[in-house]
């Protein structure tokens, strides 16, 4: 038995939580614009079979280097252009993340932790909610993870030289993959843990076993090639990606993504539940008397510094991003796995308790509020209908949730180690179940976060897909969503924002307004997106133009 259950019982909730997981990735639009954006890169890199120079809109794209469009563009090659291939490759990482933790929580620890340490990072909100959102911190963090737990297998005590070098060298490919994810962050963290234990514990047993000549070799011959082509054929990529893209967005704030030196907290402690409680309750036993191995190793330890690491590093930074933490889970998952199988029932109990009680208690304030809420949230630009639709979907989300804690604290009540177990699954797959019910629910604001249904609305218009032959414009804004659902890139017209690298090693690919009047007006057929100011003003001015459809911020345009 595993975890004091059956197989044929892991078997059916494997089943149900990869159903929980895969399921929902086709029943919502891509957003604007972390979705939009990374599902182009990768759809044009299929479509132009260029593997080296990424490209965003057709303008070349370096703020981040290629692993995640590469597997993008695979997919797309093999699957199709769907919404859920767009996606399928950070559901895939994030559920792998899973089974590393797991596996790796089993070698460290025994099985009954790895299971834990699984069914924690499954249910954790960030873990889980950024697996389902097209961006490149879910593989960034799958390729962390795995670099993390390598590293934690290599240092058992014991272990033979040849699987220690093994491991070590598996550590570095991972940094390797991660680097070619998102650049230098993932080696960073890890030099920095390492320093930091060190200093912390006075434990330098792991720097002899870091094999540090093969691992660097390791390392460069996975993620030098690509920095060495892209920049023996892009000339201005080697300054942008690792100045621009790493020092100034560091140490300024120069992308506006700014914070106070607290903004991830509330973001932690939101993106650590449901195990927020039971994790503040076994910190100080975490911190206090963390296990250490013959050879002086504590990697309960080590995983404590790498997440505190992550989480002060990035709250110093000039440029902030709630995802930014993710990396931080899965360390905390593996030590929360330990924990987990020692810390008392009526602990465990008294801490689902509140997460029942506080649910219910949610419910009614949504019920009793939301109508309130919505007239205080409602604009033009996301009218009232929107958070109507919504508010049945964040409903049966506090719902689940709730029922997730009643569940739980009912078999912790029990007190034996298969009601432990079952508890614990409970709150991992009623949070997974909530935030898939959060996401389908949230395809309700795709008509303002969303070019796939003002599109439709103007294809319907004009009788059938748009000719292919004729340009559509962006003009004064850049929905990152619309080349894709074209599948196809949209010239821009007086707009710049991150596309001003690719605007100035290719000019003749955007317009100013009097550049592009001429080509409109000479075009026997074009089509643009644009606000309904533009659209307003353009009238004024008498440009040729008639409207195919609207949304409450855009409408949609046709020459004739």
């Known amino acids: 038995m595993l975890a004091f259950l059956p197989r044929s019982t892991w078997w059916l909730l494997a089943a149900v939580a990869a159903v929980i997981w895969f399921a929902p990735l086709n029943l919502r639009h891509l957003q604007h614009p972390d979705e939009g954006r990374y599902a182009e890169i990768a759809r044009e890199m299929a479509a132009s079979g260029d593997w080296v120079t990424p490209r965003l809109n057709d303008l070349k794209y370096f703020e981040k280097p290629p692993l995640?469009?590469?597997?993008?563009?695979?997919?797309?090659?093999?699957?199709?252009?769907?919404?859920?291939?767009?996606?399928?490759?950070?559901?895939?990482?994030?559920?792998?993340?899973?089974?590393?933790?797991?596996?790796?929580?089993?070698?460290?620890?025994?099985?009954?932790?790895?299971?834990?340490?699984?069914?924690?990072?499954?249910g954790?909100?960030?873990?889980?909610?950024?697996?389902?959102?097209?961006?490149?911190?879910?593989?960034?963090?799958?390729?962390?993870?795995?670099?993390?737990?390598?590293?934690?297998?290599?240092?058992?005590?014991?272990?033979?030289?040849?699987?220690?070098?093994?491991?070590?060298?598996?550590?570095?490919?991972?940094?390797?993959?991660?680097?070619?994810?998102?650049?230098?962050?993932?080696?960073?963290?890890?030099?920095?843990?390492?320093?930091?234990?060190?200093?912390?514990?006075?434990?330098?047993?792991?720097?002899?076993?870091?094999?540090?000549?093969?691992?660097?070799?390791?390392?460069?011959?996975?993620?030098?090639?690509?920095?060495?082509?892209?920049?023996?054929?892009?000339?201005?990529?080697?300054?942008?990606f690792f100045i621009h893209e790493h020092f100034e967005r560091f140490l300024t704030e120069t992308h506006n993504r700014t914070g106070q030196w607290w903004y991830f907290l509330p973001w932690f402690v939101v993106g650590w539940l449901p195990w927020t409680l039971v994790w503040l309750v076994t910190l100080p036993h975490s911190l206090r008397d963390a296990p250490r191995a013959a050879n002086g190793f504590a990697w309960t330890r080590f995983c404590l510094v790498w997440a505190a690491f992550i989480l002060v590093f990035f709250s110093l930074s000039g440029s902030k991003l709630p995802s930014y933490i993710l990396p931080m889970f899965p360390a905390l998952a593996l030590v929360l796995g330990v924990e987990l199988t020692r810390v008392p029932a009526r602990t465990l109990m008294a801490i689902a308790l509140p997460l029942a009680v506080g649910g219910a208690a949610v419910a009614t304030i949504h019920v009793a509020g939301w109508e309130h809420w919505i007239r205080t949230w409602a604009s033009a630009t996301t009218p009232e209908a929107i958070y109507r639709e919504f508010a049945p979907w964040v409903l049966g989300a506090i719902?689940?949730?709730?029922?997730?804690?009643?569940?739980?604290?009912?078999?912790?009540?029990?007190?034996?180690?298969?009601?432990?177990?079952?508890?614990?699954?409970?709150?991992?797959?009623?949070?997974?179940?909530?935030?898939?019910?959060?996401?389908?629910?949230n395809d309700a604001f795709a008509p303002v976060r969303s070019a796939a249904p003002i599109l439709a609305d103007a294809e319907r218009a004009q009788g059938g897909p748009l000719d292919p032959k004729y340009p559509v414009f962006q003009i004064g804004s850049y929905d990152q969503t619309l080349p894709f659902y074209l599948r196809r890139p949209t010239p821009l017209v007086e707009y710049r924002d991150?596309?001003?690298?690719?605007?100035?090693?290719?000019?003749?690919?955007?317009?100013?307004?009097?550049?592009?009047?001429?080509?409109?007006?000479?075009?026997?057929?074009?089509?643009?997106?644009?606000?309904?100011?533009?659209?307003?003003?353009?009238?004024?001015?008498?440009?040729?133009?008639?409207?195919?459809?609207?949304?409450?911020?855009?409408?949609?345009?046709?020459r004739r």
């Open 399 to 441: 719902v689940t949730y709730t029922l997730g804690g009643v569940a739980a604290t009912v078999l912790f009540h029990h007190g034996t180690p298969a009601a432990r177990t079952l508890g614990i699954a409970a709150l991992s797959l009623t949070s997974l179940l909530a935030l898939q019910l959060i996401f389908v629910g």
């Open 498 to 558: 991150e596309m001003g690298l690719g605007l100035d090693a290719e000019p003749h690919k955007g317009y100013d307004l009097a550049r592009w009047l001429p080509v409109w007006d000479a075009a026997p057929q074009a089509y643009a997106l644009v606000s309904h100011a533009t659209a307003a003003d353009l009238a004024r001015n008498g440009v040729p133009m008639r409207i195919l459809a609207r949304d409450p911020r855009r409408a949609f345009i046709a």
């Open 68 to 122: 995640q469009y590469w597997l993008g563009a695979l997919a797309f090659d093999g699957l199709g252009v769907h919404d859920w291939t767009a996606r399928i490759v950070t559901a895939i990482a994030g559920l792998l993340a899973v089974v590393v933790v797991g596996l790796a929580g089993a070698r460290l620890a025994g099985g009954t932790a790895g299971t834990y340490a699984a069914l924690v990072l499954l």
């Open 124 to 240: 954790c909100v960030w873990h889980a909610g950024l697996a389902h959102l097209l961006s490149l911190d879910g593989l960034l963090a799958f390729c962390m993870t795995v670099a993390l737990c390598a590293f934690l297998l290599a240092q058992r005590d014991g272990l033979a030289p040849g699987r220690v070098r093994t491991s070590m060298l598996a550590c570095y490919v991972a940094l390797a993959a991660a680097t070619l994810t998102k650049g230098l962050v993932a080696p960073l963290v890890a030099g920095a843990t390492l320093v930091l234990y060190t200093l912390a514990t006075r434990d330098t047993g792991p720097w002899r076993r870091l094999h540090l000549v093969p691992g660097i070799v390791a390392f460069l011959v996975v993620a030098a090639p690509w920095f060495v082509l892209v920049s023996s054929r892009n000339p201005e990529f080697a300054r942008f």
